[in-house]
């Protein structure tokens, strides 16, 4: 019988990770052993997905990973983000890691980044859905099971209303032409709360929509949560 690589999985809470790791789970090549995640620590959100970190631990509990945060400042400069994820991907191999992975599309940059990263660490990255074409992927995703809302949404290229709402197939249909079904070029951010990597789906209400930084958020938290949540302005 041969082994498995222990890999662990980059985790945004969105769609595309949450999709990897349905696609992983299915291989005989790879064990996803955990995930990792980016998070603000003045914010304590994940990066651009701007989910609250209770909401990504409640994530890693559904899909039954342990899950590794990663703390980077705000703002954060190239090189300080790059020394975090040095000191991270020597902690990873330490613990057996052979591979990390991504749910990167078809940005072609942002995985040269990666792999670059990656280069003489003993630990390989991989891309399980790249190049997967996004209109078919998006609705595999929707076919099989999987639900997320929209957190964070440019309004440069989306109605801004579309921050909060859950993302579906009659939505994607109404997209602009130049959008990337997937969002792979920043359009929108999501924040899966069920689907066939989950045992259990999250029950989550949609909080409120702040803009900031030329984006539009929406806060989402778990139902009941409402009492202690706070403003949306991480």
């Known amino acids: 019988v ?21 696609v992983l789970r299915q291989s005989t090549e790879y064990e996803v052993a955990g995930l990792f995640t980016t998070v603000n620590a003045t914010f304590q959100r994940v990066a651009m997905h701007a989910v609250r970190i209770e909401l990504l631990h409640r994530q890693a509990q559904a899909v039954g990973l342990p899950l590794h945060l990663i703390e980077i400042p705000y703002p954060c ?31 072609q940059d942002v995985r040269r980044y ?43 290229v989306l109605p801004a209303e579309l921050a909060g709402r859950e993302l579906s ?7 602009p032409p130049d959008v990337d079904p997937c969002g792979e070029n920043g359009e929108f951010h999501t924040f899966v709360f069920a689907g066939p990597m989950f045992t ?35």
Not at 77 to 90: C, I, K, L, P
Not at 121 to 133: C, H, K, Q, R
């Open 77 to 107: 400069s190239n090189e300080h983000y790059a020394a975090v994820m040095a000191d991270f991907v020597a902690h990873a191999r330490n613990d057996g890691v052979c591979c990390m992975a991504f749910g990167d599309l078809f940005l």
């Open 114 to 156: 990666r792999e670059e990263n990656m280069k003489g660490t003993g630990v390989e990255a991989i891309f399980p859905l790249w190049g997967m074409p996004t209109r078919e992927l998006v609705r595999e995703m929707l076919a099989g099971g999987l639900r997320a809302c929209l957190t964070c949404v440019d309004p440069r």
């Open 200 to 234: 259990h789906s999250l029950d989550i209400e949609i909080g409120e929509t702040v803009a900031r930084d030329g984006f539009v958020f929406a806060d989402c938290w778990l139902r009941g949560d409402a009492a202690t949540h706070q403003s949306a302005t991480g």
């Open 169 to 175: 197939q009659d939505m994607l249909d109404g997209l």
């Open 2 to 22: 041969t082994m498995r690589k222990k890999t662990w999985l980059s985790w945004s809470s969105g769609k595309d990770s949450a999709w990897a790791l349905h």
